[in-house]
């Protein structure tokens, strides 16, 4: 599952803040917007994967679980007492649950996995070197798209439409919605805006 890179982030960056004693018990804050009925999933590959790498709640973490349930103002609130609580670690699943915690100005470590761009988001500086006290994996690079467009002409070279939908109050998707104008001069391009 593309949920394990997270996983070995998460422990990575959690051993490398606290060079403390192997009984050390770490305190772990997962953040969601979903729903907590739709979300486990994640979380349980998650509990396992830390698991499977020594770290057992209970015995040496402690895991405290949070979902926005859907609603902005939950998730942005949650952000906001997290700054209190000051857990050893922060994991957000996805831009819902990063974005809120970037704009509080924590300063608590917090491992994401991000489907858009984090650069573009400014959850990181860059991918080499993300800074400051956010890191994680994205599925999504706009500097992808170009490479992903040239591998769809590849597999399909009769290909004659390619439709990007984007969300345009997202800041990743208004960029990939802008993508076509990039593509001018390779590729017959336009974008059509539906409101």
């Known amino acids: 599952m593309r949920w394990k890179p997270l996983v070995a982030i998460a422990v ?21 917007a979903d729903l907590s009925t739709s979300g486990s999933a994640f979380y349980n590959v998650f509990k396992d994967a830390l698991r499977d790498l020594g770290y057992v709640e209970g015995r040496n973490v402690r895991i405290e679980v949070l979902w926005g349930e859907g609603s902005s103002d939950r998730i942005n609130s949650l952000a906001r007492d997290l700054m209190k609580s000051k857990p050893d670690i922060i994991v957000a699943q996805g831009g819902p649950a990063a974005l809120p915690l970037h704009r509080t100005g924590i300063t608590t470590p917090v491992v994401f996995a991000y489907s858009g761009d984090p650069v573009e988001a400014k959850l990181a500086d860059n991918f080499a070197r993300p800074g400051h006290n956010f890191t994680g994996v994205s599925f999504l690079s706009l500097d992808l798209v170009g490479k992903r467009m040239e591998l769809l002409k590849e597999v399909l070279p009769g290909v004659k439409r390619v439709a990007i939908v984007a969300i345009p109050n997202i800041r990743v998707s208004r960029a990939s919605s802008a993508f076509p104008r990039r593509l001018r001069g390779r590729w017959a391009s336009r974008s059509i805006t539906f409101r």
């Not at 060079?19 to 770490?26: E, G, S």
Request: charged share 0%; no cysteine.
């Open 12 to 32: 990575g960056a959690l051993v490398a803040v606290t060079a403390a004693a192997q009984q050390q018990v770490y305190n772990i804050t997962w953040l969601s």
